[in-house]
């Protein structure tokens, strides 16, 4: 595609507000979210196809339907934001703003046109200790603003940036295109938990 075709498609700004619990602990990103006719919720990881809910639900509860209503097809989205909220799970994106050069959720079709600030997010949570990405582009970004190498799936790198040091995770994209049972999933998201000194 040509950068005068790429001009013509819309920018989207990111739909949601940052969810940033008191004394998070771990920033959770994505890339971006869906489009609307994909959501079954207005929060992030809405699609219902997604796992993201699945594994939380799986690890914390041994339950991987906990927070999903099947009769309504939709999450139990006050549920969700008290576990978030106990557990100082903080969320966003590493996108704000982006084209879709195809019309799908795929990262591999989305060009990020401005990306989060970083920054501000650890001037308003000095006690996150740790980032985690959910799939490649997302970690790439990161890597990027931190001058260091992506690291490999399931693993972590120390990082430096903006005066405030972090652990930066990279974890299996929760997407169902992403070719890797729940459970598979499930145990790298957990060890990742288990390294930050959660009690599971």
């Known amino acids: 595609m040509t950068e005068n075709m790429t001009t013509t498609i819309p920018i989207e700004a990111h739909p949601f507000e940052p969810f940033l619990p008191a004394g998070a602990r771990v920033l959770m990103l994505g890339t971006f979210p869906p489009k609307p006719n994909r959501w079954a919720m207005e929060f992030f990881y809405p699609n219902k196809t997604n796992d993201m809910w699945k594994i939380m639900g799986h690890i914390f509860y041994a339950d991987r339907n906990r927070f999903f209503d099947a009769t309504a097809k939709t999450y139990r989205l006050e549920a969700l934001k008290a576990f978030l909220e106990e557990k100082k ?71 430096h940036y903006a005066s405030h040091r972090f652990k930066l995770f990279r974890m299996p994209s929760s997407s169902r295109a992403y070719p890797l049972a729940l459970e598979k999933k499930a145990e790298a998201y957990k060890a990742m938990f288990l390294a930050l000194g959660y009690e599971i």
């Open 89 to 159: 799970i903080a969320l966003y994106d590493t996108a704000t703003r982006v084209r879709r050069l195809k019309d799908n959720a795929s990262d591999k079709f989305l060009e990020i046109v401005e990306t989060i600030d970083l920054e501000a997010f650890f001037k308003a949570q000095p006690t996150l200790q740790a980032v985690v990405t959910a799939g490649e582009k997302a970690t790439g970004v990161i890597a990027e603003m931190a001058q260091v190498e992506v690291p490999k799936m399931g693993e972590m790198v120390e990082c």
